[in-house]
């Protein structure tokens, strides 16, 4: 399968705990995208990359949330001291990033905070 | 500040039935639209979009989409769903850096 892969797909973690995702996206993209979805809602952006620049985030991207995509391939969502709020979908995209192109996504990360 | 606002937010039809539903954004300067599906279980998958030109675009399995700048819409048309068709149906729009403003889905049920 040469889709987007996302690891792991489901994480329960304490509350207070870290934890790390990974996303490998499709080979020939040099963007790839982070968004969260929670229930009811449509995915909303986090960050994305230009291969391994980090060129916009969100708002909602708090302190404790970090990304990195350290040589231009796959990328890591790292959450610290985790809280329930961040229980959500994690869904990773990419793209060519020339003119006009298309995001395939990844099936995601259920994160739940217990 | 960019938004997208899906109206419909569940839609029940009788298979055989046409479908319509609307996508409303508001965004400055150039802008992309998209419609995606999330079938039960599975990842977003893209349905259709419009760069430019013919403001009506065909996507997969018989989906069609109108973008009428006028009234910043970009509905999602089916002249007869089936009982596959039951999905969340997204429209999303983007700017130059490709970063996806997502509606807040329409939940569609199609009985037998």
């Known amino acids: 399968d040469t889709g987007v892969s996302q690891n792991p797909r489901h994480k329960i973690t304490k509350r207070g705990q870290n934890v790390t995702f990974r996303c490998d996206p499709i080979?020939?993209?040099?963007?790839l995208y982070w968004y969260r979805q929670t229930l009811g809602q449509g995915p909303e952006f986090l960050t994305y990359?230009?291969?391994?620049?980090?060129?916009?985030k969100s708002r909602l991207l708090s302190d404790r949330f970090s990304a990195e995509r350290p040589k231009g391939s796959f990328s890591t969502l790292e959450i610290q001291r985790t809280e329930q709020g961040d229980s959500a979908m994690y869904l990773c995209?990419?793209?060519?990033?020339?003119?006009?192109?298309?995001?395939?996504f990844g099936q995601g990360t259920r994160l739940t905070v217990v | 500040a960019q938004s997208v606002s899906q109206h419909n937010h569940h839609v029940i039809l009788s298979e055989a039935a046409s479908l319509e539903l609307g996508c409303n954004y508001s965004y400055g300067g150039t802008v992309n639209l998209f419609w995606y599906v999330q079938y039960p279980g599975q990842h977003l998958q893209l349905l259709l979009k419009?760069?430019?030109?013919?403001?009506l675009v065909k996507g997969i399995k018989g989906f069609e989409a109108e973008f009428i700048k006028s009234k910043f819409s970009f509905n999602l048309r089916k002249p007869s769903v089936q009982w596959s068709d039951t999905a969340e149906y997204f429209c999303?729009?983007?700017?130059?850096?490709?970063?996806?403003?997502f509606g807040t889905g329409t939940r569609l049920q199609v009985t037998l």
């Open positions: 995209a990419s793209s060519r990033g020339q003119g006009n192109s298309e995001a395939f």
């Open positions: 999303a729009g983007a700017g130059t850096a490709s970063k996806l403003t």
């Open positions: 419009y760069f430019s030109g013919d403001p």
């Open positions: 080979s020939e993209h040099n963007r």
């Open positions: 990359f230009q291969n391994e620049a980090q060129l916009e």
